[in-house]
């Protein structure tokens, strides 16, 4: 809804006409007149679909067609024909109509079954087969209607007991014809309870049915939110491979770039060699963004992902870029790790070395692996160049930390004198 606050600038000098747009002037009353309409309808009307329109008037009309013959039948023929014909009617159509608008609307219906019953009081009918609308009419307030509804269908439960009661009592029909005496309250106490009861059974399933629309659609909502959940994850997940693939790839493209540069003036051989290398790192990591693209496209199943087995296609790629690289593994796992723990280290290892890639100094790279029967720890420490400065924490940095934590581990990274040193504990349990 357009509102004039909406339009109201801060710097306005005086209050604005409601609905007036605070540059052009213009009146937004046909858009505020629109959309008060919309929120009166969606809150007296439901929406509901075709076929159940359709189904709810084909019922009203067999309902009519059945009780107005009823009704006739069993009028009062002292107070003459063509009156008691014209209550039937009245009385029969305004239940009917009740009846057709009980799911579409159920306070129209509830307002227009008390019309029925206020026509019926005045033209001195008896309680009658056209009645059992109000039943129905009661249990869709409670079902369907809103909260003010809701609890109007309630009050006119006991509501309606205590007019029944006191209008069967005042006429003829307990037999005397004289109102209430001692010999009547009895009844009329009976009439009370039983009326009582039986509209607010009604009014009660009417309840109990809502409760369970409710519980369902909030189930519902929460599988919804779960499933968005996972999607959420797993589009985190991808984003993260897809930016330490692209990280360590273009790292390790840049630095062979800056190599083959200086050495295609004096050893076209190494620079032959150099660009060969970046065709296969670039080649490899553009086949990894493919797969990672085509899972974040179609929600597939997750692809072939590394394992300790392709570390040393890493620590290749490292070696290639001109990095001396040591590697230190003791002890080495006495088993197969979790595929979880082994997606980790490598992802932790290929940041940490590309992060000394672009900071390091140049010098020696050390990485230190113990494969602990409990847990391994993981150490990556290189010289930081004086005009680089210590990584900064960070895609990369919380990527690592977040690696780490996924499996139960922890991971810290920080400046210690010259070098940056990664130092990464992840549980394996037992290796199988």
Known sequence: MVGWADHRRADAPGPLHPGRDARTGAVHRGTDAAASALAYRETVFRSLKPYQLVVDVVVAGLFAAIALPLEIQYTDPLNGFSFGLLSAVVMTLLLAAALAVRRL????????????????????????VADVAIFAVLY??????????FWLGFASSFLGAVVITVYLAIGPYFGSGSGVTWST????????????????????VGALVRTSLRARENRRAQ???????????????????????VAHSLAVVIAQADGARYAASSDPSVATATLATISTTARTALADVRLLLTQLRHSQADGPQPTLADLEALYAQVRAAGVDLRVDVDPAPSGEPPAGVQLAVYRILQEALTNALRHGDGGAVEVRLAWNPARVELEVGNGVAESAGPPAAGHGVIGMRERAQLVGGSLAAAAEGARFVVRASLPIGAAT
């Open 223 to 245: 599988e919804r939110a779960e499933a968005e959940a996972v999607v959420e994850q797993e589009r985190v997940r991808i984003a993260r491979d897809m930016h330490d693939v």
């Open 140 to 149: 869709a307030t409670a079902a369907y209607g809103t909260q003010r509804v």
């Open 105 to 128: 609307s159920p306070g129209i219906a509830l307002g227009v079954a008390w019309l029925a019953a206020i026509a019926q009081m005045s033209f001195g009918r008896p309680p009658g």
């Open 185 to 204: 309250i009895p009844i009329a106490l009976a009439v009370l309870v039983a009326a009582g009861f039986a509209l607010l059974l009604s009014w009660t």
